[in-house]
């Protein structure tokens, strides 16, 4: 499994753009890159999942270099409501192979 | 689908006694995941299922905790005897092979005094 580094925590304010950078050096060639957000007393839910270049969705980008080492998980205009831990996750495709192994988490206090 | 299902979502018990704990997954899903939460340790992957087989129970902590899945709609995770340590949040996943995301239930918070 291909293990993760993000920083512990993050500061931000209301309004502002939140980047969060993932390293993951031994990324293999079958492997996605996926984040997970969680809200204090609930399970971890799905943000987004990326492979390679860019990726968009309602919540967030995610944007994956060409050599795929990192990932940073863009959350654009954060509000108090984005207070949360992010996970950053690497890992086959499915997760047939029971990779869903979490780290420590980016914890993001958004401020107002 | 009313999404993964887990009971009781709060559980007190005495050290010493057993708990169970009950996950129900996402019908359909064939892989099963339970979690263990604490400030102190994050989040622990416990035990995983494929199809209703443990596939890898490495991060289970002791022979005091065991998991089954009798069937596809039901999984159990056990600890016999508690102990105050395992006062923790216990989450349940449950995925389809293929799938791009994992769903969690809402946890069952455990406390052993």
């Known amino acids: 499994l291909a293990k993760t580094t993000q920083p512990i925590s993050m500061d931000s304010y209301e309004g502002q753009e939140v980047n969060i950078t993932c390293s993951h050096n031994?990324?293999?060639?079958?492997?996605?890159i996926t984040w997970y957000q969680q809200f204090p007393s609930q399970g971890p839910r799905f943000i987004i999942q990326?492979?390679?270049t860019k990726v968009t969705n309602e919540v967030a980008s995610l944007f994956i270099p060409a050599d795929r080492k990192s990932s940073t998980l863009s959350l654009p205009r954060v509000s108090l409501s984005d207070t949360a831990v992010y996970y950053c996750?690497?890992?086959?495709?499915?997760?047939?192979?029971?990779?869903?192994?979490f780290g420590k988490g980016t914890k993001l206090s958004v401020k107002p | 689908d009313a999404g993964v299902i887990q009971s009781p979502r709060h559980e007190v018990t005495e050290m010493g006694q057993e708990v169970t704990l009950r996950c129900k997954p996402i019908?359909?899903?064939?892989?099963l995941f339970w979690y263990r939460q604490t400030m102190m340790r994050g989040l622990e992957l416990l035990i995983y299922?494929?199809?209703?087989?443990?596939?890898?129970d490495s991060g289970m902590p002791e022979d005091r905790f065991s998991a089954k899945m009798p069937n596809a709609s039901f999984s159990t995770l056990k600890i016999q005897p508690s102990e105050p340590r395992d006062s923790a949040v216990y989450f349940c996943?449950?995925?389809?092979?293929?799938?791009?995301?994992?769903?969690f239930g809402q946890g069952t918070r455990l406390t052993v005094v």
């Open positions: 996943a449950s995925w389809s092979t293929g799938a791009v995301q994992a769903f």
């Open positions: 031994n990324i293999a060639t079958n492997d996605y």
């Open positions: 990326g492979y390679k």
């Open positions: 299922f494929n199809n209703n087989v443990p596939i890898d």
């Open positions: 996750l690497v890992g086959a495709w499915g997760g047939s192979q029971g990779n869903l192994i």
């Open positions: 019908s359909g899903h064939n892989s």
